[in-house]
C-alpha cells in the first residue's frame, strides 16, 4: 500500500545514485523517516509540565534530570520509572490511571504548542527535501502525533504518517520504521532515519536502515553519525549516500 503525494512537480527519476554511491556501492536513499518529539518539534517541557502536575498532586519528587530520563520511553514505562524513583508501588488499575490522567494534562497542554517548539531549521531540511523528490515518513510512538502535526501544519511534507495508533511494538523493536517503509514501497536499504533517542537509533539499525542521530555522540553511542543543526547537512550527500556531509574525495 503506497501514499499518493500531493501538489508535488517533481518528474522522472528523482533519485539518481550520486557519485559516492557508486564509488561505495551503497543504495541512494528514497525515503527519509523522522520521529517526531526532539527531531522536528520539542515537546519535551510539555510533557515535563505534565508529569509535574501529577507528581506534584502525590507529593512525588519530579524534576528535570528525572524527567530525562523518559525520553522516548512509552508514557506506563515513564510512570513506572518515577514510582520507581519515589519509592511508591500501586495496582496496576491505579498506575493505568494514572498514566491516563498525565495523557489528559498532556493533551491540554499540546493545545498551546506553537512554532517556536519547533526544532531550528527542521521545516525548511524538510522542505529541500521535498524539493529534492525525496518521500517523507513521520513515525512517532505518541498517539497525540496528530494534535501536533495539525496544529503545526507539518503534515503537509509526509507521505505517510505513523503515530502510536499503528504498531503495537514500540522502538526499541523496528516495527515502526518498517511498515512506514512498507507503505512508502521502499525497500530498508533505501531509508534513512532522524532519530533522537538511543532507542530509536536501535530500532533504525534492526530495520536494516541507515540512521543519523539527533544529538551528542556522547548520547546516541549507537548512531554511526549525528547532528545538532540541519542547516549543517549536505542535502545531495544525504539522498546519495546517506552521509550528512559529503565525503572527501
Ligand atoms: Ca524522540
Redesign the pocket.
Known amino acids: 500500500m503506497t501514499f499518493a503525494r500531493g501538489g508535488d512537480d517533481t518528474t522522472g527519476n528523482p533519485f539518481p545514485a550520486g557519485p559516492a554511491a557508486v564509488l561505495n556501492g551503497s543504495h541512494p536513499i528514497c525515503a527519509v523517516l523522522f520521529?517526531?518529539?526532539?527531531?522536528i518539534v520539542f515537546t519535551d517541557r510539555y510533557h515535563y509540565l505534565g508529569w509535574k502536575r501529577l507528581a506534584d498532586e502525590n507529593g512525588w519528587a519530579f524534576d528535570e534530570a528525572l524527567n530525562h530520563r523518559l525520553?522516548?520511553i512509552p508514557r506506563m514505562a515513564s510512570l513506572a520509572v518515577i514510582l520507581d524513583h519515589n519509592g511508591v508501588s500501586i495496582s496496576k488499575p491505579e498506575r493505568q490511571e494514572l498514566a491516563a490522567r498525565k495523557n489528559s494534562y498532556y493533551r491540554e497542554l499540546l493545545k498551546t504548542v506553537s512554532h517556536g517548539d519547533l526544532y531550528p531549521g527542521a521545516v525548511p531540511f524538510l522542505e529541500a527535501l521535498r524539493r529534492r523528490g525525496a518521500k517523507l515518513g513521520l513515525c512517532s510512538s505518541s498517539r497525540n502525533a496528530w494534535t501536533v502535526l495539525d496544529t503545526l501544519d507539518l503534515a503537509r511534507f509526509f507521505d505517510v504518517v505513523i503515530t502510536g495508533h499503528d504498531f503495537e511494538r514500540p522502538k526499541p523493536d523496528p516495527q515502526i520504521f518498517l511498515l512506514a517503509a512498507e507503505r512508502l514501497a521502499v525497500p530498508p536499504g533505501g531509508c534513512i532515519v532522524f532519530?533522537?533517542?538511543f532507542s530509536?537509533v536501535q530500532a533504525a539499525l534492526a530495520a536494516g536502515m541507515r540512521c543519523v542521530g539527533v544529538g551528542s555522540p556522547e548520547t546516541l553511542t549507537n548512531a554511526a553519525q549525528t547532528v545538532t543543526a540541519y542547516e549543517a547537512i549536505d542535502v545531495d550527500a544525504l539522498l546519495g549516500c546517506g552521509q550528512v556531509a559529503a565525503q572527501a574525495p
Open positions: 520521529d517526531l518529539d526532539g527531531v525520553r522516548g532519530e533522537d533517542a530509536g
